[in-house]
């Protein structure tokens, strides 16, 4: 099995929640840092990685799709199409490793869902997308299980704090930094972040 | 297997951090029924529950240990006289559910640790508790790990977001009104709570 993940990505003013702690052209770069370690996690797992963007964007590597539809529009169009077992995950969990994405894509269930922080979705496992629609935006995980439900299929909720954990605020690098083993940690420790402590709560601090 | 399952917990004034919404009484309950939630778990997966508690304490189903120690003192002078496998887990994880428990307990490793956010430590599983001690506040989980690492321990790092999220702010309580399904969200939803969005995030409010 080697099923297509569908990676929205937005390469132009990313994570504008961050801006606090790093430039427009650091948060380019960190986006990117964190999309190389999706895609390392999920071509490990035998997925094929496929960026769909809503700007230009060209990739040496693999797949791009461009399209002028927002988030929901773009893959409500891609769904309808695909034939095989199709995995939609989001760029911004550079804590994914082989084993969380496995568990996902090797569900027994016709549906796997993981949930984001907050109520959101992280990725979504889909054995016959056409009969599936997303639905981001607000608490789309409780969402996205009805969907499901309403169609019929069986799903699995995934438990994994790895794939739970997407980077928006701030205080997410605190789990980049302790649990991230790819680019995106790498690159935040080039910018000179580190962990810090403070009456015992974790923090970051940027040393230069 | 049925390891004894320490779980430190604190009656009086907990979870301040909660204090803009629960009274302190609301507190206490909310604790208590927190508390409820991952007895329930870990019995289910075998484990008998212990109560380690700084205050005096009265359960009429579970051991109680009170100790006038600090939360590392505590357990730190337990786990020399403990002789089986043990597991320590906090009391503010309502989201803990048998299956993730399971996954601790039956690690292959020497000692399974469960991160919690923000650099915590939710969970430890011990195969010989004698040869490891705990050290609680700041990083722990990256002092955990070294622990487990300086005695010659293999470390099993378990990816759980139910045993991930701890209870201890406001926008935590999101996460238990989406995915709890014990007496804790029972508890919030009585006293009023429900989901609210706000520009596409999710939060709480207080209905009542």
Redesign the interface.
């Known amino acids: 099995m080697c099923p297509p993940a569908l990676i929205p990505y937005k390469p132009k003013n990313p994570k504008t929640r961050l801006s606090s702690l790093l430039s427009a052209e650091e948060r380019e770069q960190f986006a990117a840092a964190m999309l190389e370690d999706v895609k390392a996690a999920v071509k490990d797992a035998m997925c094929s990685p496929v960026l769909v963007c809503t700007e230009l964007f060209d990739s040496d590597d693999v797949q791009v799709t461009i399209t002028d539809a927002d988030l929901n529009g773009s893959l409500n169009a891609i769904l309808p199409q695909s034939v095989g077992p199709t995995l939609i995950i989001m760029a911004d969990l550079p804590l994914a490793d082989t084993?969380?994405v496995r568990r996902v894509i090797h569900t027994d269930k016709d549906v796997a869902i993981v949930?984001g922080?907050?109520?959101?979705t992280n990725a979504i496992f889909l054995k016959e997308p056409s009969r599936f629609r997303v639905d981001y935006?607000?608490?789309s995980?409780?969402k996205h299980k009805k969907i499901a439900e309403d169609a019929g299929l069986s799903v699995d909720v995934v438990?994994?704090?790895?794939?739970?954990?997407d980077i928006d605020e701030p205080?997410d690098l605190?789990?980049l930094l302790?649990?991230g083993t790819g680019k995106s940690r790498a690159y935040l420790e080039e910018l000179g972040f580190v962990?810090s402590?403070d009456k015992?709560?974790?923090g970051v601090e940027r040393k230069r």
Do not use: M, N
């Not at 438990?159 to 954990?165: A, G, I, M, P, V």
């Open positions: 084993a969380s949930p922080r907050g109520g959101g935006y607000g608490a995980f409780l438990d994994s704090f790895r794939l739970h954990t205080w605190v789990e302790i649990h962990l402590t015992g709560r974790v």
